[in-house]
C-alpha cells in the first residue's frame, strides 16, 4: 500500500515554456501532499505543501508565481514549472502523507527536468 | 548551523563489516525522526522510523538521544546492496513538514 506515483520520469524542454508534473496517490487518500527538488548531491529541499482544495503555502524563497500547484482532488497534486530556465533543472519529487501516520510521508518516483 | 546535519562520507566497508551512521539536529521542538535510503537518481525510501527506546530492523538499529539532539543508525553485517546513500530526516518542529540531511553514503565492496 501507500504507493505514490509521479508523470512524467524525465523531461527535457526549451528555455521558456512550461512543464507540468502529476502527482497521485494510488491506492490512498492524501491529506496532504509535498512538492520537493534535489540538486545533484544535495539535500531534498520542500519546496511547498498542499492540501486539497486550499492554496499552497510555499516555503521562503520559493517563486509562488513560477511553480504553480494546483491540489484539485485528495489523489492528485500537480506542479507547473513557467517559464522554466536551465538553473530550474532538477529532480523534482513529491510526497504524500496520510493521516494516522505519524509524519511518514511516501515519495513519488521523481521527475527529472531538464531545460536546455 | 544547518537543521539537520550528516557527516556526507563515503564511507567504504567490506561486506559483512559493521558501520555506524550519526546525525545531529538543532530544532529541539522536533517529535518524529526517520532514515531513508536513497539510490543514485531514485526517490527516498522510508527505511525506519527513529523512537525514544531505540528500535531494531533485522540488521538495523536506531537510536535517538533527545538530550544531546542526536539520531543514528547501525548497520551490522553489510551487504553490498546496502549500498546507497542514508538520509537523515526530521519533522519541523512538531509538525507534518520533514527536513532531510544531506545524506551519508556508503559503498559496501566485496
Known amino acids: 500500500g501507500a504507493v505514490v506515483s509521479q508523470h512524467p520520469s524525465w523531461v527535457i524542454c526549451k528555455s521558456g515554456t512550461s512543464v507540468k508534473i502529476e502527482c497521485r496517490s494510488l491506492?490512498?487518500?492524501?491529506?496532504?501532499m509535498f512538492w520537493y527538488r534535489q540538486f545533484p548531491k544535495q539535500s531534498l529541499m520542500l519546496m511547498a505543501t498542499s492540501n486539497e482544495g486550499s492554496k499552497a503555502t510555499y516555503e521562503q524563497g520559493v517563486e509562488k508565481d513560477k511553480f504553480l500547484i494546483n491540489h484539485a482532488s485528495l489523489t492528485l497534486s500537480t506542479l507547473t514549472v513557467t517559464s522554466a530556465h536551465p538553473e530550474d533543472s532538477s529532480f523534482y519529487i513529491c510526497?504524500?502523507?496520510?493521516?494516522?501516520?505519524?509524519?511518514?510521508?511516501?515519495f513519488g518516483p521523481g521527475t527529472r527536468l531538464t531545460v536546455t | 548551523r544547518k537543521e539537520v546535519e550528516q557527516d556526507p562520507g563515503p564511507f567504504n566497508v567490506p561486506e559483512g563489516a559493521t558501520v555506524a551512521f550519526n546525525c545531529t539536529y538543532s530544532n529541539s521542538a522536533s517529535q518524529s525522526f526517520f532514515w531513508y535510503r536513497q539510490d543514485c537518481r531514485k526517490e527516498p525510501k522510508l527505511l525506519m522510523s527513529v523512537y525514544s527506546s531505540g528500535n531494531e530492523d533485522g540488521r538495523f538499529t536506531a537510536q535517538l538521544n533527545r538530550a544531546s539532539q542526536y539520531i543514528s543508525l547501525l548497520i551490522r553485517d553489510s551487504k553490498l546492496s546496502d549500498s546507497a546513500t542514508y538520509l537523515c530526516v526530521v519533522n519541523k518542529g512538531g509538525g507534518n513538514k520533514l527536513t532531510f540531511g544531506t545524506g551519508t553514503q556508503l559503498k559496501v565492496e566485496l
Open positions: 510526497s504524500a502523507d496520510t493521516e494516522g501516520d505519524l509524519y511518514e510521508q511516501y
Open positions: 491506492d490512498f487518500q492524501a491529506t496532504t
